[in-house]
């Protein structure tokens, strides 16, 4: 891609030699442990490759199970110093497999199974109001909100107060006052309007009610030490935002009516949102529905944990009915009155859907979470995978799409539905 075509789409610098910037984790990657053909790796790759020259994407990281055998486990590109506006003289860092990225709103399908376990443990019912642990939300008429209405994008607190402080993101009590304070659109759940960032605070609230610790704390004894993950945090410490890959605002900037969209979804325009994400105070922060920090074989991980049922290597992390709970439909198919899209939730997931989805065409058994629109983690019972697709572009409208696109279709194309005696413990 040429320099005035960069420009104009806001893009990154692309070598012809994709192998220089490719990162593999040979010992990690095991086809034929799941009868997976080479070919079929190899189709999977190239698509992922596609994507990474539209240039919106200064660095890709993408896991793949099939049958809970990691079949594909490799990097792209640059953690950092690759952006459209990094000058020539930017250090660049490799982006492996180890970089670990924010998922931004894929988050919320970790912090939602959390809430489910809370049943399990018998701490919460989710068809509680959330006043009813958290006395102070009712005001405003707030009082009937339940839990499970935040959790399915119904609780008709989708965004924070206009002109709200972006420093607010990262101050708790001020957040939780103004969430207090606000004035639901409806209360009655019948609408879906997705809570960008505010769902994430009202949960974070009832699970350090009820537990008496923080959501941090619990995330890391049910669920990040079992597991055995090495970041998989809300945020990182101080001493490791080095570490952590740096976020672009990519592709053509958006015009009306996709910025009036963006703006609505996500609280600013895409300059304010790139500042806000590379500001350390957001990257040590605690933000519940959007600043969880990992790689994608973490977040493939989760979810094959989910496949199995709520195990992961005989381990027991939650019990298959807080599974099926987590995934179950929850509604109609509806037209997001967030995001102008038409969307089908559980209370936390993402659902695929027939004859196409968002994971892809005959998707109906997929379950997962998109991140600032780009990232793409789920998994799909009826095919037996997994699949976390990072990146570090956030491009919204762009020429990107058709190469995106063709990552999901590619990914169901290769796995096809099987016999429902061949599936894995869950299906949604």
Not at 4 to 28: E, F, M, Q, W
Not at 221 to 240: A, C, I, N, S, V
Request: aromatic share 8%; hydrophobic share 40%.
């Amino acid at each position: 891609m040429n320099p005035i075509a960069r420009r104009a789409l806001h893009s990154c610098k692309v070598p012809k030699n994709l192998a220089a910037v490719t990162y593999r984790d040979i010992r990690g990657e095991k086809p034929e442990a799941a009868g997976v053909d080479p070919g079929t790796v190899d189709k999977i790759w190239k698509s992922v490759e596609a994507l990474y020259r539209t240039g919106v994407h200064p660095g890709i990281q993408l896991s793949v199970r099939h049958r809970g055998e990691q079949i594909l486990h490799r990097a792209i590109g640059h953690a950092s110093g690759n952006g459209p506006n990094d000058p020539a003289d930017t250090p660049r860092v490799a982006m492996t497999t180890d970089t670990p990225v924010c998922y931004f709103s894929a988050s919320k399908a970790v912090t939602a199974l959390l809430m489910h376990m809370l049943v399990e443990q018998g701490l919460v019912n989710l068809m509680d109001p959330v006043s009813y642990y958290c006395p102070e939300f009712a005001t405003n008429g707030k009082r009937t909100i339940t839990v499970h209405q935040i959790l399915s994008h119904r609780g008709g607190i989708p965004a924070i107060p206009k002109d709200t402080p972006i420093e607010v993101l990262w101050n708790p009590e001020e957040i939780w006052r103004l969430l207090c304070e606000a004035r639901a659109i409806e209360v009655d759940g019948t609408r879906i309007a997705y809570h960008a960032i505010t769902g994430g605070y009202v949960l974070q609230r009832v699970l350090e009610k009820v537990t008496g610790d923080s959501i941090e704390n619990y995330l890391d004894k049910h669920l990040r030490q079992p597991m055995e993950m090495k970041w998989f945090t809300y945020g990182l410490q101080p001493e490791d935002l080095h570490e952590l890959a740096t976020s672009y605002a990519t592709g053509p900037t958006p015009r009306f009516p996709v910025s009036w969209i963006v703006n609505r979804a996500l609280g600013g325009d895409l300059a304010t949102v790139e500042k806000v994400t590379n500001d350390p105070r957001f990257q040590e922060a605690v933000i519940p529905a959007g600043n969880l920090c990992g790689t994608a074989e973490e977040m493939g991980r989760f979810y094959q944990m989910m496949l199995n049922g709520g195990t992961w290597k005989g381990k027991r992390i939650c019990s298959e009915i807080t599974v099926r709970r987590a995934i179950q439909q929850f509604g109609s198919l509806q037209i997001d009155r967030t995001m102008m899209l038409p969307m089908r939730f559980s209370a936390g997931m993402m659902l695929g859907g027939n004859p196409v989805g968002l994971w892809g065409q005959k998707s109906r058994y997929a379950f997962g979470h998109v991140g600032l629109i780009n990232k793409f983690c789920w998994a799909d019972a009826a095919r037996d995978i997994s699949v976390s697709l990072l990146n570090t572009g956030f491009p919204i409208v762009g020429h990107h799409i058709p190469a995106l696109g063709k990552f999901v279709y590619t990914i169901a194309r290769e796995f096809p539905l099987r016999p429902e005696s061949e599936r894995p413990v869950i299906t949604a």
